[in-house]
């Protein structure tokens, strides 16, 4: 099969998935009982062998796997959390980082609440193109999204990773985004960066709707932050 047979192949597949998205959306936007307050979308994008499909199925149904394929065009989930007193549901892309994918994965940009940008430590070119991703969201992104880093494979040893944490510092420094070190092996602080993203998008809807006269009653807060409850459910990948 040539290349441009495989590349219609992942786009009809691709359209295939949002399709099926976009018709359990407009049943759930019309149903007399939803089971959530928030819908949000986020998008997580990288370099390919970061760790992406690893954070998720990590975050979706707390399992790893070492034996994990590159992510073909994209892949979606859902899971629900409750932030203070508001359930949120939270509907994740996950997309090839491959280069020869990005004119399917960028049109999944549009529309983004939030997007997880995630390097590898232990891979130096996956750091130094944080600001490449960074680029592609501002070109292909129809709104502002709340942005925020991933620094996965934390459970390596540090005379293994190729950056550290004064790098990461500095990242955080230069690109004004919060990073958090994450491990998809063990589980470290994962949810915990899923769950700070989703804080982040809160107040800023939150912000939106003041801005327009009305707001949301925010998430508790506790020492200074806002404190998650736990997940309440995970719904079924597609």
Same mark, same amino acid.
């Given at each position: 099969?040539?290349?441009?047979?495989?590349?219609?192949?992942?786009?009809?597949?691709?359209?295939?998935?949002?399709?099926?998205?976009? /018709? +359990?959306?407009?049943?759930?936007?019309?149903?007399? =009982?939803?089971?959530?307050? $928030?819908?949000?979308?986020?998008? &997580?994008?990288?370099?390919?062998?970061?760790?992406?499909?690893?954070?998720?199925?990590?975050?979706?149904?707390?399992?790893?796997?070492?034996?994990?394929?590159?992510?073909?065009?994209?892949?979606?989930?859902?899971?629900?959390?409750?932030?203070?007193?508001?359930?949120?549901?939270?509907?994740?892309?996950?997309?090839?980082?491959?280069?020869?994918?990005?004119?399917?994965?960028?049109?999944?940009?549009?529309?983004?609440?939030?997007?997880?940008?995630?390097?590898?430590?232990?891979?130096?070119?996956?750091? /130094? +193109?944080?600001?490449?991703?960074?680029?592609?969201? =501002?070109?292909?992104?129809? $709104?502002?999204?709340?942005?925020? &880093?991933?620094?996965?494979?934390?459970?390596?040893?540090?005379?293994?990773?190729?950056?550290?944490?004064?790098?990461?510092?500095?990242?955080?420094?230069?690109?004004?985004?919060?990073?958090?070190?994450?491990?998809?092996?063990?589980?470290?602080?994962?949810?915990?960066?899923?769950?700070?993203?989703?804080?982040?998008?809160?107040?800023?809807?939150?912000?939106?709707?003041?801005?327009?006269?009305?707001?949301?009653?925010?998430?508790?807060?506790?020492?200074?932050?806002?404190?998650?409850?736990?997940?309440?459910?995970?719904?079924?990948?597609?």
């Amino acid at each position: 099969m040539s290349f441009s047979e495989q590349n219609n192949n992942i786009k009809n597949n691709t359209i295939s998935i949002e399709n099926t998205y976009n /018709n +359990n959306n407009n049943h759930e936007k019309y149903s007399l =009982s939803k089971q959530y307050d $928030d819908l949000f979308k986020l998008v &997580i994008i990288g370099d390919s062998g970061v760790g992406k499909s690893c954070l998720l199925l990590r975050f979706a149904d707390d399992t790893f796997t070492e034996n994990f394929y590159s992510t073909i065009g994209v892949d979606f989930r859902f899971k629900c959390l409750e932030i203070g007193d508001r359930k949120c549901k939270l509907q994740i892309w996950d997309t090839a980082g491959q280069e020869r994918f990005k004119t399917v994965t960028s049109a999944y940009y549009r529309g983004a609440d939030g997007i997880i940008i995630v390097f590898d430590q232990t891979d130096r070119d996956s750091y /130094n +193109n944080v600001h490449n991703w960074i680029e592609d969201i =501002s070109r292909y992104s129809t $709104d502002d999204p709340v942005k925020i &880093i991933f620094a996965n494979k934390d459970d390596i040893s540090q005379e293994k990773k190729s950056v550290d944490n004064e790098d990461i510092i500095e990242l955080e420094k230069r690109t004004g985004l919060e990073i958090i070190k994450t491990s998809a092996k063990t589980g470290e602080k994962v949810t915990y960066a899923f769950e700070k993203l989703t804080q982040k998008l809160l107040l800023e809807r939150n912000n939106r709707k003041m801005s327009r006269g009305y707001s949301l009653e925010p998430p508790v807060p506790v020492e200074g932050r806002f404190a998650p409850k736990k997940s309440c459910f995970s719904c079924i990948d597609l």
